[in-house]
């Protein structure tokens, strides 16, 4: 068995646990310990998962919180924090456990979303990249964290070589040396739908060892949503303040520049609904955004 001990945080979704678990037993090689974190409203996720896996009910609700609390019961020295809405296709443990063991100066190592992979930017959003940049372009954004931290998925090409530096990882399934995560590994600001919780803590191991996508790992996202991140007012101040919190006390990022590329980034990413003329999702978008600067600046007078 590897020695990885794999992290699931989740709450209400039994069924998407047991599709997990038998996606798991299809692959060619074992994880020595699974690990869910559920926080659900009944017991059908621990029945879900019976005697397949750990069984722990958390302590706080939280996809953050409820990996922390995984994290610090694990035994393996290598996590590998997953999704519980994924589907994994043949051989994705043993691509990723031989990238990483490739690789003895990695800190982490990213499997590869098939159907969430890498689309090149437009020219206006290269224009605004570019500006990040400090007027650079990049031959590919794929993998990468440019300015206050936008972010692009790693590409899915399959004639990648099989392992590519990338500069962050996602939590859909991310395996990580234990040693060199931070202490939490996801700090108290992440509460709830957690967002951005990610890239602070893939950004965080990135100051002390380089992070790899392994493309021969892949695995489908199913994308299930939740009742968590149905407000989309609530959904908007959070990820500001989080984004803020990434910009700001991950990468280091305290400049009146960095602010403003910052306000661009998120406003940028709010001309989708107004181009669909989803009018009534910009007004609730509009209002979280104020909500989460008036958070910031509150914050910051204190």
Not at 7 to 35: G, V
Not at 139 to 145: Q, S
Not at 192 to 210: F, H, I, M, T, W
Request: proline share 5%; aromatic share 8%.
């Amino acid at each position: 068995m590897l020695p990885i001990s794999a992290i699931i945080a989740t709450r209400n979704r039994a069924s998407l646990c047991s599709e997990l678990l038998q996606s798991i037993s299809l692959q060619d090689q074992q994880l020595a310990e699974i690990i869910f974190c559920d926080s659900s409203d009944d017991d059908s996720t621990r029945t879900a998962v019976g005697g397949s896996a750990r069984y722990l009910r958390a302590t706080q609700r939280g996809a953050a919180p409820q990996r922390n609390q995984a994290i610090l019961a694990a035994s393996q020295p290598f996590v590998l924090i997953m999704d519980d809405d994924i589907t994994l296709q043949p051989g994705c443990f043993s691509s990723l456990w031989s990238v990483m063991q490739s690789l003895p100066s990695a800190g982490g190592v990213t499997a590869t979303i098939v159907n969430e992979a890498y689309v090149a930017p437009g020219r206006w959003t290269k224009a605004l990249l570019k500006w990040f940049d400090d007027g650079h372009e990049r031959e590919t954004y794929a993998g990468t964290c440019v300015g206050p931290g936008y972010t692009f998925w790693p590409a899915a090409d399959s004639s990648l070589p099989d392992a590519v530096a990338v500069e962050w990882m996602g939590t859909g399934m991310a395996l990580y040396r234990r040693e060199l995560l931070p202490n939490p590994p996801f700090p108290a600001i992440f509460q709830g739908a957690s967002l951005c919780e990610d890239l602070a803590l893939s950004l965080s191991v990135a100051k002390r060892a380089p992070l790899y996508q392994a493309s021969r790992a892949r695995f489908i996202h199913l994308n299930a949503g939740g009742d968590h991140k149905a407000n989309i007012r609530e959904m908007a101040a959070m990820n500001l303040v989080n984004r803020h919190y990434v910009m700001t006390q991950v990468l280091g990022k305290t400049s009146f520049r960095d602010h403003l590329q910052l306000a661009s980034m998120i406003a940028f990413g709010m001309l989708e609904p107004l181009k669909r003329g989803r009018l009534g999702v910009l007004a609730r978008q509009m209002l979280g955004q104020a909500q989460g600067w008036a958070s910031i600046l509150s914050s910051h007078w204190k």
